[in-house]
């Protein structure tokens, strides 16, 4: 019973003649939102799919004409629509445009050129091939151009790898029906269904990812671009040792003196070019993903600063690594065209004065499929209410772990490469040595933890070196003063071969060796702990601030006027149906014009009704395949990570001080 059509009620009363029934008796909540009478939240069966209406005659049928095609468009066309349905999705033309070598940018502009619908005709499809064409012999790249190449029955033909060209989920027609074609078909053109291997949005997608070593690729035996939405983790197996990495470095400053930027080199594990980019540029690129993807799971840029020092553009640096590096490796965000052209492009400002993108959320061009909807779970709110309720005291916990993280690394970063100035037992001007009794340690910092390095120097030296003062030296200055004892007393003053002398001065220029080797193991170390563990501590951070703002886009973007609408949809036929009553001069035309408004009422009412459940699917999504892996794996990856690290250098300093008790074992005594 949960299954049949909510029973529809009659807004106002009917009319004589029934005409405000076929307008206002039917309720745009008494069926899903794509007007098959399913309910998604239902466990019974779904109903048998009606087949696809025939879409509207193409706009490109004048530019193509009766001029004939290259049989390479035909082959084409074949390899994404082999039921030849007339039409294909614009993820499977940017598919087969990718088999052109063609740069990013220019495929986009040509899916822009043929199409903004999320499908297109196969007319549409010719004209791309021809575009396609026309850009690799380096002509004008136009629909006129095509036009008149059709004119005159001469249709390039394009340079197509089609033996590339991988089976995709998205090349299955649509099924799902309109029912309403007067009045919906004018609001949406029919939508693909929710796939991984079919991006939400318009823009064609960057294809040079390997299909076996990113998300998407063929998992367990199943043909790539599968839907792995319903069960398990949503994500490919092992997905966290697959993760592209990309890696951010400051190149140095340019522009004038009043207009000085700091410039940035992108490279990738992926790619074999690196690009060049500013600050503004990833303000760009981050404008057009929140616009585009508002109810998307992904971090937001590190702020700008006027005056920024060396340490606040390292701090930048590290946060756009990490930014970047999330949504490349989202799910969804990934394919997005902008973002690969931002990888890929080498003057992304050119490119950007060139190219006329869409700002088009992602709700108004896509949708989830019947099977995808019916997988949100009933209690979804209580479910968000949860995470909501405990996103503000983890965000304060992994800030104050990031705090006492970094403190703690940069103690033993100072451990590893300082030393404590001692106080003297005499001050002699030529010898600069501390007194080494055990009255000149000093107490360790309240609440601090003594390194591994503070421990031996002190069993070695006699003080702790988690105290740090004004007067710091070097452990290689430590070093260098060691050797600089075996030099000084490098003839004994007996004036003959004395084997004592000799003896303990071998066993010091032991000391001073292995000394510089623990230096040099401790600060590999601490660069392993910044760039690894530290990192991935403020990552996890980073994921929290994300899902707290996302609640913020969603709160302030998910209000629609569907109540407001339905209301006015009862005023105006209750208006209307007073003037068929009057029948008053030239009530005709307005009755029409209030027609007019009632079905667009309800075509918008139908469209922010699929937004909701839209947003719904989204928000689904980044719950369960995004925040919940990534908190729980990635945290499990760096602890583990942690671990293998702490102890390898726990293995290399004991073998180092091991190595050096066996060299001072003949030291002599007398």
């Not at 009606?50 to 005659?57: H, L, V, Y």
């Not at 008149?148 to 249709?155: E, G, P």
């Not at 590290?318 to 931002?342: C, M, Y």
């Not at 209580?382 to 703690?408: F, M, N, T, Y």
Request: hydrophobic residues 35%; contains cysteine.
């Amino acid at each position: 019973m949960f299954n049949a059509p909510r029973p529809a009620q009659r807004y106002v009363g009917s009319t004589s003649n029934g005409f405000t029934g076929s307008f206002v008796d039917e309720n745009p909540l008494s069926s899903s939102v794509y007007d098959d009478g399913l309910d998604p939240w239902s466990a019974a069966p779904s109903p048998t799919p009606t087949p696809m209406p025939q879409a509207p005659a193409s706009v490109f049928t004048a530019v193509i004409a009766d001029a004939t095609v290259p049989s390479i468009y035909h082959r084409s066309y074949s390899a994404v629509d082999p039921e030849n349905t007339g039409e294909t999705s614009v993820n499977a033309l940017s598919r087969v445009l990718n088999t052109s070598s063609l740069p990013a940018s220019t495929i986009e502009k040509i899916v822009n050129l043929v199409s903004s619908r999320p499908r297109v005709s196969k007319l549409e499809f010719f004209v791309a091939l021809a575009l396609v064409a026309l850009a690799q012999t380096g002509k004008d790249v136009s629909i006129e151009q095509v036009a008149a190449l059709s004119s005159q029955n001469t249709l390039p033909e394009p340079t197509l790898d089609l033996d590339r060209l991988q089976p995709s989920v998205s090349m299955i027609p649509s099924t799902i029906p309109n029912p309403r074609k007067n009045s919906s078909q004018t609001v949406r053109a029919p939508l693909p269904a929710y796939s991984s291997d079919d991006p939400w949005t318009s823009n064609p997608r960057f294809a040079s990812v390997p299909n076996n070593a990113a998300f998407g690729g063929a998992i367990d035996g199943l043909p790539n671009g599968t839907p792995s939405t319903l069960a398990g983790t949503g994500l490919p197996n092992e997905w966290w040792k697959k993760q592209e990495n990309i890696k951010i470095s400051i190149l140095g400053q340019q522009g004038f003196i009043l207009n000085r930027y700091t410039v940035y080199e992108i490279s990738s594990d992926r790619r074999e070019t690196s690009v060049i980019r500013r600050y503004s540029e990833f303000a760009y690129l981050w404008d057009v993903l929140v616009r585009r993807y508002p109810f998307r799971l992904f971090p937001a840029l590190p702020p700008k600063r006027l005056g920024a020092d060396e340490q606040f553009l390292e701090q930048r640096r590290r946060g756009l690594a990490r930014s970047l590096n999330f949504v490349v490796n989202h799910p969804i965000l990934k394919e997005d065209g902008v973002l690969a052209v931002f990888l890929t492009e080498p003057s992304f400002e050119t490119w950007r004065k060139q190219c006329a993108i869409t700002l088009e959320e992602e709700s108004a061009s896509r949708r989830v499929d019947r099977v995808e909807e019916m997988s949100i779970p009933s209690d979804l709110e209580d479910k968000l209410a949860a995470v909501r309720g405990r996103i503000v005291p983890l965000i304060e916990q992994w800030q104050r772990i990031c705090i006492l993280s970094e403190r703690i690394i940069k103690r033993r970063e100072a451990a590893a490469v300082r030393s404590p100035a001692l106080r003297r037992a005499f001050l002699p001007t030529h010898f600069t040595l501390p007194d080494l009794s055990p009255s000149s340690t000093t107490a360790p910092l309240p609440g601090s933890l003594p390194s591994m390095t503070g421990s031996l120097t002190q069993s070695f030296l006699g003080f702790d070196i988690t105290e740090l003062t004004e007067s710091q030296g070097d452990l290689s200055r430590l070093t260098n003063t060691l050797r600089s004892i075996v030099e000084v007393n490098e003839n004994c003053w007996r004036g003959d071969d004395c084997e004592l002398s000799n003896g303990v001065r071998s066993g010091l220029g032991q000391f001073a060796a292995h000394t510089q080797r623990h230096s040099e193991i401790s600060e590999i170390r601490s660069r392993v702990l910044q760039d690894t563990t530290l990192e991935s501590l403020k990552g996890q951070r980073d994921l929290y601030l994300a899902t707290r703002d996302l609640f913020i886009r969603h709160d302030r973007l998910s209000i629609d006027q569907v109540e407001r609408l339905k209301k006015r949809i009862e005023t105006t036929s209750v208006k209307m149906d007073g003037i068929r009553a009057a029948q008053k001069e030239n009530w005709q035309d307005e009755a029409e014009r209030l027609t007019a408004m009632i079905e667009k009422d309800q075509a918008t009412i139908a469209a922010q009704l699929s937004r909701r459940v839209f947003i719904r699917a989204c928000l689904w999504h980044e719950l369960r395949v995004v925040l919940h892996n990534r908190e729980n794996a990635l945290l499990s990856e760096a602890v583990k990570n942690f671990a293998r690290h702490e102890h390898e250098y726990a293995e290399n300093v004991a073998n180092n001080w091991e190595s050096l008790s066996d060299a001072v074992e003949g030291m002599p005594f007398e």
